[in-house]
């Protein structure tokens, strides 16, 4: 472990001799009281304090990633605080065999390789091993994580998991039909169902639309839908900020018995329409 005065923290790529105590009968290690697990966010500051980073730079920075990749990354270092501080004092100054000690005991447990990536991407934000510009990119983990897929390769579904066919089937019947006896809640759902199945929009998108005037606009056979301006997308980009939900009513005047059906499962804009209008909060979020 070499920690030097303007960079993050550095790991060997050998194990660390010192670590074993050979004054204790028995070659055994003796015990060791376990420590808190250090703060990841806290510990990359002060990794970047190092590179003579100021307070402003360095929160700029951190803002980069989303806040539930933040506390993913904060998940996977506590794990490997806490597993570490079984065997060791300090998370770190853990080199490259305890990570893949570290590495070995998830996959042991059941971890897809896919999670064991993503361990090593959290390591990889407070711990370095140069000349290596991430933990991912070093030759021995790199060889376990390609292990680690071939023995438990991802699995692939092949078929789907459920009948979309018998879900706008069941929409149509009771308790979502009649429209104008139904309740609220089972309302709600059927346009939560239906605005995801015609919009193929992102959850988050879907749950930042809402029926305040400027963001809900009504035309004579379409509803046109904005995000929030608040909203930050997974993309956040003006294109993807500026992006406009348009639901067309399809088929507004059926005269087939067929087409009317057709209207009851694909219409996006016309339950809209019907759950605004039965909608008493004004203001009130789509989801």
Not at 65 to 80: L, N
Not at 256 to 278: D, P, S
Request: glycine content about 6%.
């Amino acid at each position: 472990m070499v920690r030097q005065s303007g960079g993050a923290l550095h790991l060997s790529s050998m194990g660390d001799s010192s670590k074993s105590d050979l004054s204790v009968p028995g070659g055994h290690k003796p015990p060791r009281a376990s420590v808190a697990p250090v703060d990841r966010l806290a510990l990359e500051k002060v990794i970047m304090k190092r590179d003579r980073l100021s307070d402003d730079v360095i929160g700029t920075i951190q803002a980069y990633r989303w806040s539930s990749t933040s506390r993913i990354y904060e998940a996977s270092w506590r794990a490997f605080c806490t597993w570490y501080s079984k065997h060791h004092v300090d998370p770190t100054s853990a080199d490259i065999p305890d990570i893949l000690d570290f590495l070995q005991a998830g996959l042991d447990r059941g971890l897809a390789s896919s999670t064991l990536r993503r361990q090593t991407t959290a390591l990889s934000t407070v711990l370095t091993c140069p000349p290596y510009q991430s933990l991912s990119h070093h030759p021995r983990i790199r060889g376990f994580l390609h292990g680690a897929m071939n023995l438990q390769p991802p699995t692939v579904h092949r078929y789907p998991s459920w009948d979309l066919p018998l879900v706008l089937q069941a929409l149509t019947l009771p308790p979502f039909e009649p429209l104008g006896s139904i309740a609220l809640k089972f309302l709600s759902f059927k346009v939560a169902f239906l605005l995801a199945i015609t919009s193929a929009r992102r959850v988050s998108e879907l749950t930042a639309l809402s029926i305040r005037k400027d963001l809900c606009i009504f035309h004579a056979n379409t509803l046109i839908l904005w995000l929030d301006p608040v909203f930050v997308p997974k993309v956040n980009s003006w294109f993807h900020r500026a992006q406009e939900f348009v639901l067309p009513d399809f088929c507004p005047s059926p005269r087939h018995h067929r087409e009317n059906v057709g209207t009851r499962w694909m219409c996006g804009g016309l339950f809209i329409n019907t759950y605004v209008a039965q909608c008493p909060f004004a203001g009130l979020k789509l989801f």
